[in-house]
């Protein structure tokens, strides 16, 4: 990869991928564009940027057309939660936007990298160490966008010969910018309340096991795919990664060896522990580390670890403030 247009750049995977790629590729050599600027200040703010619906093909086509990207990570989307909120708009946004970066991409030759999710499964398929290959019958929005998005890519793949590639990524935590409205937020806000308040109330019932990953791997596991020997690579586009699988009890008792008195109680909701419910307790990533060198470093521990550490920093500071 020389040159990179990142689309939905200031969601919570997208301000550490921005920052992520320019550390290695250059400030200019990576355009970060999103919907709207209101997180702008989360990217360094040498690089390009540029306001983008993913919608609007034109003005899509008129930024790949001057930047001249030769790869181009999709992430402009709509998450699992806010999706059953409006499935109409996230249908919209997560398929035509798919859409336009695919026509684009096959115009430009360049190649893109497309995310899907663990919830690209669903209650049909095997819930445990769910294979990479198996029955795949969501019963959400958005995991039959995911689904269809990853045949989309496998489409542009086998007709055009279009270089695509993709992850399902499971829950990723981070304390850079917070999650977007998925099933898996909990644990992401849980370290947050930890720290904050000695107290969190979960949403996900006690014993809902899933995937889960921690930022620095998912940056990680973006680049070595992009990176990744094509002639290695036979899945493409919907690589099982994870690497931890854990319920809110196993996490708040993760917590607890740092914060004794940290207290979890539950006021579960039904739509999101029904989408949890129906996404596996865990996935095998066998073909990602076969194919292309899939390692994550972090497990449940040392995320804690280094979760507490950032995220009361974090804090401290905005109390300062
Ligand atoms: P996020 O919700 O935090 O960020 C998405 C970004 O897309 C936001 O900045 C939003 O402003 C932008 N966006 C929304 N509508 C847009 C539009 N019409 N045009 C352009 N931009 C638009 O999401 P994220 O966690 O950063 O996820 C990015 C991608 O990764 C999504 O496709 C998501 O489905 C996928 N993914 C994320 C996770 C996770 O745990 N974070 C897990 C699996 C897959
Ligand atoms: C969500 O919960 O919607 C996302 C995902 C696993 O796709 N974090």
Request: hydrophobic share 40%; proline share 6%; with cysteine.
């Amino acid at each position: 990869m020389k040159k990179i247009l990142v689309t939905g750049s200031l969601g919570q995977i997208g301000v550490e991928l921005i920052n992520y790629l320019r550390d290695l590729y250059g400030e200019n050599s990576v355009f970060a564009t999103d919907v709207s600027d209101k997180e702008l200040a989360k990217i360094k703010s040498d690089g390009p940027f540029e306001i983008l619906d993913v919608r609007d093909g034109k003005a899509f086509d008129h930024i790949v057309s001057s930047f001249r990207p030769d790869t181009i990570f999709h992430l402009a989307g709509i998450l699992s939660a806010n999706a059953e909120k409006l499935p109409q708009k996230a249908w919209d946004i997560n398929m035509n936007g798919l859409f336009n970066a695919l026509e684009i991409a096959r115009n430009y030759e360049t190649s893109l990298f497309f995310p899907s999710s663990i919830a690209a499964f669903g209650p049909g398929s095997p819930s445990d160490n769910t294979p990479q290959d198996c029955m795949q019958r969501p019963s959400t929005i958005y995991g039959i966008s995911k689904v269809a998005g990853e045949l989309l890519c496998d489409y542009y793949h086998s007709k055009y010969e279009l270089d695509t590639r993709g992850v399902r990524f499971p829950g990723l935590i981070s304390h850079e910018a917070l999650p977007g409205g998925g099933t898996t937020d909990y644990a992401v806000h849980i370290y947050y309340d930890a720290l904050t308040k000695k107290k969190y109330t979960s949403f996900i019932a006690s014993a809902t096991y899933m995937d889960m990953m921690y930022m620095p791997d998912a940056l990680n596991a973006m680049v070595k795919l992009m990176e990744a020997d094509p002639s290695r690579l036979v899945h493409r586009n919907c690589f099982n990664i994870t690497a931890m699988s854990f319920s809110p009890d196993d996490v708040a008792k993760e917590i607890q060896k740092y914060i004794p008195d940290f207290v979890l109680d539950y006021d579960v909701d039904p739509v999101r522990q029904s989408i949890a419910e129906s996404w596996p307790n865990s996935i095998d990533p066998s073909c990602a580390v076969e194919e292309w060198g899939f390692s994550p470093a972090y497990d449940l521990e040392a995320m804690t670890i280094d979760m507490l550490e950032k995220v009361a920093l974090k804090t401290k500071v905005q109390e300062e403030a």
